[in-house]
Structure formats: structure tokens, C-alpha cells
């Protein structure tokens, strides 16, 4: 089948399964309450892994989806980390103090928006109140044109070991067309300073389908990216969903690459990554350099998804702390207040945010764990999986009859039991996943997720 044919048949609106069921799921029945129950459930012995929103920026790029402002005071800044340090505090009473961590995310917004000594305090207040293993990843996502040497310093204080630099794209053209100005020579400079100072787990953000993209600047950005040297490399698909995030609209519409355009894109990505690059593809949108502990774990089919998408992190619990952060616990989904006032009225009242979530059925749990397989491995036994939960697999093997499309336009193999999908499946490994996804159905009237390619 031709490529175009190909895209408008699996050109649906598809979630990214970062969670499941996905976030327009959640609902208020999941309140602070629940959560605090389901913190008190949490196995003493297994490893936490904590996420940590920082929802400020220094700069509101015109494409972002993120929960983030532009806020320039040190005020609210730090107001904000106190009430971080107060919620930390408030977990770390309710689970005893003997929680191990595995894993610190600190994510944004710009989370080095915070001032310096906030920063260390809030780490070392972790460091305090939890086990924080010696092996621990702390890592922190950072924008390369504020990033000076003080925060360099603060960062390794604060025990990073690994920083994720966003770029998107290297053309002056395109980055004046989405409100984001930032050099190679700039970039460069945050990679050596990070490096200098001993963070040299490096990952890279680049998107396409931005405006005024095309084969051959998305190819020159690639082949920059590539002179970074990172470990790791996630490239998205511009989500462009202006209902939810009104600044987008800026972006005008007709400027955007059609769906033939971003999927040539991300094969011309795709191409200079791996071929010159030598990086292995990793589910949807990473890349890791073949030693990487991504790549690593690929390998050895422990990789994981998660809200800041791939990770080799396997903690049973993810904690979530901050305005919008979402927790994924073995029971369920809770996210925190979205705007930073409900959440400072709730933490300042001593009580924790939770806004919504979803407490997950057993069906849920067996579907999270077919599809987590799928956006990991691109490789699922459905009925081992039954078997493994104790289930009949004939639910998934009844989804399982709409593979019969996917087998004939060579996206996957399937024999009745075990689905693969194919290199050529790997760009619509969405819509495979999406076969499993028991709310699916409800979301068709009224399409909130952005495109699948
Ligand atoms: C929190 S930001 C990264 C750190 C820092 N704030 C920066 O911009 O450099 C997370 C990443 O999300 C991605 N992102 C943001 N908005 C997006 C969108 N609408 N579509 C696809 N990717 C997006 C970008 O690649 C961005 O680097
Ligand atoms: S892309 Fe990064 S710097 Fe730009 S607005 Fe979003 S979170 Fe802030």
C-alpha cells in the first residue's frame, strides 16, 4: 500500500499511552482520601520513584504543550518550593520515613527556573526525609539558553546524574515560526558545561511537523544533534491542539506540515539517526546510543513507559509532587491540582492536592500492562499476558481480530497469539496500541488527542 493510503487509513486521532487508561479518563471519584489509602497499601520494601513539575519558564515557546508559565519573579518561585518541601514532608510522614528512591524527575516548565539554594534545599530534603539510594537517577529536564554556570552548580549539588536538553529544531527560520531562538552554538556550550561538571548522561529533545519545516532542515538539525554526542535523543510529533493549549493558536494552521510532510520528516529523523548516528530506535520516539541503559534495556526487555515517556526506571510506584504531576500507583492514577492556587490552598491546608484520577480495575491492569508491552517492546504474547494476571484472554483476543487490517498492510505479524510489529509498524505502533484500549470507544464522538503521525 503507498505510503499516503497508509496515513489516512491510520491517520486517527490516537492517545500516546504514557498512562491507562489515558488522563482524559480520570475523574474527581479519586480524591486525596483514596490516595492516602493507597499510599498506606505501598509495599515498605519496594523502591519510589518521584516526579517533581515545576510549572514555570522563562520563556513561553508558541508550540509548548507542557503545564507551564512564563514567570519572572522570585517570589512565587518561592513560594512554589515551599510548598513542594511541604508536600514531600506531608508524603514522607504518611509513608514513615522508610521509603527507598530509585528515581528523581525533576520536569516542567523549566525546572532550573527555580532559584539556586531552592533547588538544593528541596533535594536535600529528600535526602532527609527518604532512602535515597546511592544509585539513583536524579535527573532534570533543562533549557539550554538559561542555563548558566551558578545553575550548573546547583544541579551538581543537587546529585544530577543525567539532564535533558530541549532543542526541537536548529533552523532560524522554523524557530522564529514557533517563538523559540536558540543557537547550536548555545546548546553545544550547555552540553560541555554539563559535561564539565560530570552530568554526561545526556538526552536531546527535537519535534517535527513544526511550521516550516521540511526534508532537508529537519535532516541539517539532525545531523547537529548528532555532533551533541547524547545518549539519548526523543523525537516528537508536534501536537498541535490549540483547544487545550490557546497560545498555539499562534501557530496558524495553514503553516503546518500536512501528514505526508511530518511522516517524511520523521523518516528523514529517523534516518540520520540511526544510519549516521548509529542510535538504536527505541518504541515510538526515542533513540539510544547502543550502550546506553535505554537501548540496554530494550534489549533485555525491561523497558518501561511512563509519563515523561520511555525509562529503564521499574519502582512499582511513581509519586507525583507539584501543581498538574500525576502519580501512577499499583492501584491507580492521582494527579495533583493543575493550577498552582488550588494546589497551594490545598498544601497550605495540609492535605494533599489530588484533583483526579482513576482507580484501576483488574481489566485495566491487564490492558496497561498488553499495551506498556506494545509502546515498549513493539512485541506482546496476549495470552501469556492473560495468564500471567490470572485472566481469559478472550477480551484481548477478540480486540485482537482487528490485527487482521494491520497484518495486511505489513504494519504487524500476528499468529493468533503473539503480536509483532514490523519496522514499517513502528510510526503506527499508536494505533496498535490503541486496538487494546477498552475507553477508546467513548473518545470517537469528540477526538481530544493530537495526530497519530
Ligand atoms: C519541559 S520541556 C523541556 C525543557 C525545557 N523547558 C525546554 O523547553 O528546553 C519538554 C519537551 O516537551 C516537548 N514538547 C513541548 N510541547 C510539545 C508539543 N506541543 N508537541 C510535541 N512536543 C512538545 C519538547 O520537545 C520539550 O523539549
Ligand atoms: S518548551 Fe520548555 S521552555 Fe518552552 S514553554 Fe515549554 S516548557 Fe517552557
Redesign the pocket.
Known amino acids: 500500500m503507498k505510503t499516503a493510503d497508509l496515513l489516512a487509513r491510520y491517520d486517527g486521532r490516537v492517545p500516546r499511552y504514557t498512562s491507562y487508561p489515558t488522563a482524559p479518563h480520570f475523574s474527581g471519584a479519586v480524591g486525596a482520601q483514596t490516595y492516602e489509602g493507597w499510599l498506606d497499601g505501598l509495599d515498605p520494601t519496594a523502591p519510589l520513584s518521584l516526579y517533581i513539575h515545576v510549572p514555570f519558564?522563562d520563556r513561553l515557546?508558541l508550540?509548548?504543550?507542557?503545564n507551564?508559565s512564563v514567570v519572572r519573579q522570585e517570589a512565587p518561585k518561592r513560594d512554589y518550593a515551599q510548598l513542594l518541601g511541604r508536600e514531600i514532608s506531608m508524603l514522607a510522614d504518611r509513608l514513615g520515613g522508610r521509603a527507598q528512591v530509585s528515581h528523581v524527575h525533576w520536569?516542567?516548565?523549566?525546572p532550573t527556573s527555580l532559584p539556586n539554594d531552592c533547588l538544593t534545599s528541596i533535594m536535600d530534603l529528600i535526602r532527609k526525609r527518604f532512602i535515597l539510594r546511592t544509585d539513583a537517577e536524579i535527573a532534570i529536564?533543562?533549557?539550554?539558553?538559561s542555563f548558566t554556570a551558578d545553575k550548573c552548580d546547583a544541579i551538581i549539588l543537587m546529585g544530577v546524574n543525567r539532564a535533558?536538553?530541549?532543542?526541537?529544531d536548529f533552523d532560524p527560520a522554523v524557530q522564529a515560526a514557533i517563538g523559540?531562538m536558540?543557537s547550536f552554538e548555545q546548546t553545544a556550550a550547555c552540553a560541555d558545561l554539563l559535561r564539565g561538571g560530570g552530568i554526561s548522561a545526556l538526552n536531546l529533545?527535537?519535534?517535527y511537523?513544526l511550521p516550516l519545516q521540511t526534508i532537508a532542515s529537519v535532516t541539517r538539525t539532525a545531523q547537529q544533534a548528532l555532533a551533541l554526542a547524547a545518549g539519548r535523543i526523543?523525537v516528537?510529533?508536534?501536537?498541535?491542539?490549540p483547544w487545550m493549549?490557546r497560545h498555539?493558536a499562534l501557530i496558524a494552521e495553514a503553516s503546518l506540515p500536512d501528514t505526508l510532510a511530518r511522516f517524511a520528516q520523521l523518516n528523514a529523523i529517523a534516518h540520520v539517526l540511526s544510519q549516521a548516528g548509529g542510535y538504536v530506535p527505541v518504541g515510538l520516539d526515542h533513540y539510544a546510543r547502543p550502550d546506553d541503559a535505554l537501548a540496554v534495556a530494550l534489549q533485555e526487555k525491561s523497558l518501561h513507559r511512563c509519563f515523561q515517556g520511555y525509562t529503564t526506571d521499574a519502582a512499582p510506584a511513581l509519586i507525583g509532587i507539584g501543581a498538574s504531576s500525576i502519580g501512577s500507583l499499583p492501584q491507580g492514577y492521582a494527579q495533583n491540582e493543575t493550577r498552582v492556587p488550588a494546589y497551594a490552598a490545598a498544601i497550605n491546608a495540609g492535605k494533599f492536592a489530588i484533583a483526579r484520577g482513576v482507580v484501576l480495575t483488574s481489566d485495566d491492569k491487564l490492558r496497561r500492562a498488553v499495551i506498556e508491552k506494545i509502546m515498549c517492546d513493539l512485541d506482546v504474547d496476549l495470552i501469556a499476558m492473560a495468564a500471567s494476571f490470572g485472566a481469559n484472554p478472550a477480551g484481548l483476543l477478540h480486540d485482537a481480530a482487528r490485527l487482521v487490517m494491520f497484518q495486511q498492510d505489513g504494519l504487524v505479524q500476528w499468529n493468533g497469539r503473539r503480536l509483532q510489529v514490523t519496522p514499517a509498524g513502528r510510526p503506527f505502533v499508536r494505533n496498535v496500541a490503541a486496538l487494546f484500549d477498552a475507553y477508546l470507544r467513548m473518545d470517537e464522538a469528540a477526538p481530544r488527542h493530537?495526530q497519530a503521525v
Open positions: 519558564c515557546c508550540y509548548c504543550g507542557c507551564t520536569g516542567g516548565g523549566t529536564e533543562i533549557d539550554p539558553t535533558s536538553l530541549g532543542v526541537q523559540r536558540q529533545d527535537l519535534i511537523g526523543a516528537f510529533g508536534y501536537a498541535h491542539v493549549k498555539q493530537a
